[in-house]
């Protein structure tokens, strides 16, 4: 059993129009096996098709520069180079985030390119679960999260990969709690 722990940044404004419609722009992510151990590292920006251009809200926001998402690749064919990084395929996986947003736009940018979203189904909110193992009534933020557990943030909060690397301290701080 692989656990993908992952972040997603995707296209955001300020105050968000209605018809505007999300786009991962980039994808960061942790293999770790059953026994704790990180076995692989997954981090592409992603050239957002619907609106191209990033709002000046969306790059303050994450750090990311316009030129990484225009020189970078498609949504099907990175989320190809993730499949097959995972090898999600052919192994056991769990696709571990903080909180449903993440997934929603995972089976989202699949549904606009007409890809599979089945995949998506193994998955785990850590942050419902974490409010529960806490007993909280609301779930902190990830940031938050991490500095509760006395756990040193690292890289820069927003972006995917620094994101991701956070909440892979936080999964294996609590490695035989989370239930799959």
Known sequence: MNYIVYDLEATC??????????EIIEIGAYKINHFGEVRGKFNRFVKPLAHPTLS???KQLTGIP???VNRAKTFPEVIEEFWDWGRIFEEDYVLCSWGGF????FASDCRMHRLET???NSHVNLKEQYRLMKRMRRPPG??????NEDIL???QHHRAISDAENLVKLFLKHLGSWSF
């Not at 404004?13 to 999300?22: K, M, R, Y």
């Not at 990830?142 to 500095?147: I, M, Q, R, S």
């Open 13 to 22: 404004w300020e105050n968000t129009p209605p018809s505007f419609v999300q």
């Open 102 to 105: 993440d997934k929603r736009m």
């Open 142 to 147: 990830l940031k938050k999260a991490v500095e």
């Open 56 to 58: 000046v809200f969306c």
């Open 66 to 68: 316009q030129q990484s």
């Open 153 to 155: 943030f690292t890289g």
């Open 118 to 120: 089945e995949w998506t």
